[in-house]
T-cell receptor, first 112, second 114 residues
Framework: GENVEQHPSTLSVQEGDSAVIKCTYS??????FPWYKQELGKRPQLIID?????GEKKDQRIAVTLNKTAKHFSLHITETQPEDSAVYFC???????????FGPGTSLSVIP | EAQVTQNPRYLITVTGKKLTVTCSQN?????MSWYRQDPGLGLRQIYY???????DKGDVPEGYKVSRKEKRNFPLILESPSPNQTSLYFC?????????????FGNGTRLTVT
């Protein structure tokens, strides 16, 4: 079946360093790729998204890149801060919402 | 305030006792869905609904029922809960379309079945 792989499953970085999380999807019909952040005990919340007609998008310290040919997309967080510590989920979505597939998540720890 | 509201936040019950977790959204979203979250398994879709009176199975529908009689409400029903349904449940909603819209999640319901 269709799936989304996400790596690494855990990531520990020093405050101020960069963090990169990578996802690979299999469903060719996916055309929308959101990233969600879930802090401990809270709900997932959108932090950034990218649509299939765009290769890169940036919002302050967060950026996402998409390679549709290779079916890869990545989340980049620069100048990490302790409040970036959370679980991050990528997703591959058909915008009709007939199919929504989440990656298994990456637990990011930012060490002060 | 635009939001997805789930109730209850915490629920402890016993095997076999029917329960309902409610979900309501005030954003006029057509799409609603239920997920369960278990350690190491991420978010797994239980059921989803594209609109009123339209529901479909997700990846892990066994042991669950849903209904969509009104656009704003999408309750999750466990007719005979079992301990393997102990989990954290999230309801979410969105608007399908060409441009892509994110899911809005409720605050979650932590269910324990003993």
């Amino acid at each position: 079946g269709e799936n989304v792989e996400q790596h690494p499953s855990t990531l520990s970085v020093q405050e101020g360093d960069s963090a990169v999380i990578k996802c690979t999807y299999s469903d060719s019909a996916s055309n929308y790729f959101p990233w969600y952040k879930q802090e401990l005990g809270k709900r997932p919340q959108l932090i950034i998204d990218i649509r299939s007609n765009v290769g890169e998008k940036k919002d302050q310290r967060i950026a996402v890149t998409l390679n549709k040919t290779a079916k890869h997309f990545s989340l980049h967080i620069t100048e990490t801060q302790p409040e970036d510590s959370a679980v991050y989920f990528c997703a591959a979505v058909e915008t009709s919402y007939d199919k929504v597939i989440f990656g298994p998540g990456t637990s990011l720890s930012v060490i002060p | 305030e635009a939001q997805v509201t789930q109730n209850p936040r915490y629920l402890i019950t016993v095997t076999g006792k029917k329960l309902t977790v409610t979900c309501s959204q005030n954003m006029n979203h057509e799409y609603m869905s239920w997920y369960r979250q278990d350690p190491g398994l991420g978010l797994r879709q239980i059921y989803y609904s594209m609109n009123v009176e339209v529901t479909d199975k997700g990846d892990v529908p066994e042991g669950y029922k849903v209904s969509r009689k009104e656009k704003r409400n999408f309750p999750l029903i466990l007719e005979s809960p079992s301990p393997n349904q102990t989990s954290l449940y999230f309801c979410a909603s969105s608007t399908p379309g060409q441009v892509g819209s994110p899911l809005h999640f409720g605050n979650g319901t932590r269910l324990t079945v003993t």
